[in-house]
């Protein structure tokens, strides 16, 4: 069974909903991010998902823009998170998941990319900006590989269009609290615990729900109507607002565990 069933298992028979964290990788290199992980898993992220950096990501806002370049700059490739995934897969069995745009994934090779992917302990792979309709430029290489495609809805997706995604999606449903780019909010939409609960209803994978979530109070209260959340960005500027790196991955770990503990 994939990593990220069991997980979900996990969780359900905890009685808890899961904690979904994106890292930015390579920013500031993959060496932090290496150790990032590493604290964060140790400290109740349930899943980690690995931005991959790429020169124009329209979905995010200016905190993971500024990361992506940052990681650029440094010199993070996607070959190169692969790696770091097979270090960590030496002592972390939390599930991983690949988020990208398709230029990226596109230049690497999809079928290489699925085996390598899969080789180095990846479990699943979402990716930002290909259609639905247009998945089948994706989904066989990775069912041959047995990675799940993360599927993406948005308050705009009409419900039609909601249930065939949802009728093929694998892992988890990664469901777009608001309209816009990624970025922390100090609020969220009054009607998003409907809009939830209607995805959920008709959901044969667990339902996660990100974009905006800044705090355990949010957290908790996204959570009541999902079976977990996604945190980004706020995670991403904990790590560069800090002093010192050391200080950054430290205060990453602290906050992580309150969310963890909030869920």
């Known amino acids: 069974m994939n990593r990220i069933d069991t997980t979900f298992d996990a969780c359900r028979a905890d009685g808890r909903k899961a904690l979904v964290m994106f890292v ?3 920013d500031p290199n993959l060496a932090v991010t290496e150790t990032l992980i590493r604290e964060i898993c140790a400290n109740g992220a349930d899943v980690v998902e690995l931005g991959v950096p790429f020169s124009d990501p329209m979905a995010d806002g200016p905190t993971i823009q500024a990361a992506s370049q940052r990681a650029l700059a440094a ?3 996607l070959s190169g998170i692969l790696d770091m995934v097979r270090r960590l897969r030496e002592t972390i069995d939390t599930p991983f998941v690949l988020f990208s745009y398709y230029n990226v994934l596109f230049s690497y090779g999809m079928a290489k990319l699925a085996r390598d992917a899969a080789e180095a302990g990846v479990d699943g792979m979402l990716v930002v900006d290909v259609p639905f309709e247009e998945m089948g430029e994706i989904r066989p290489d990775l069912e041959r590989n047995q990675l799940h495609l993360i599927s993406l809805l948005a308050p705009t997706t009409p419900p039609e269009r909601a249930k065939r995604i949802l009728a093929q999606a694998e892992g988890f449903v990664y469901y777009i ?8 909010r100090s609020e969220l939409p009054e009607n998003l615990a409907e809009e939830l609960a209607q995805i959920v209803a008709v959901s044969t994978v667990p339902v996660v729900a990100g974009f905006g979530i800044s705090s355990p109070e949010m957290a908790q209260s ?3 109507h999902a079976d977990g959340v996604v945190v980004g960005s706020a995670l991403v500027k904990r790590l560069n607002a800090a002093e010192t790196i050391e200080a950054g991955i430290a205060d990453c770990a602290q906050f992580v565990a309150s969310l963890a503990e909030s869920l």
């Open 75 to 77: 010199g993070a490739t």
């Open 222 to 224: 996204v959570a009541a």
């Open 177 to 184: 609290t608001v309209t816009g780019v990624t970025g922390a």
């Open 24 to 26: 930015s990788a390579g």
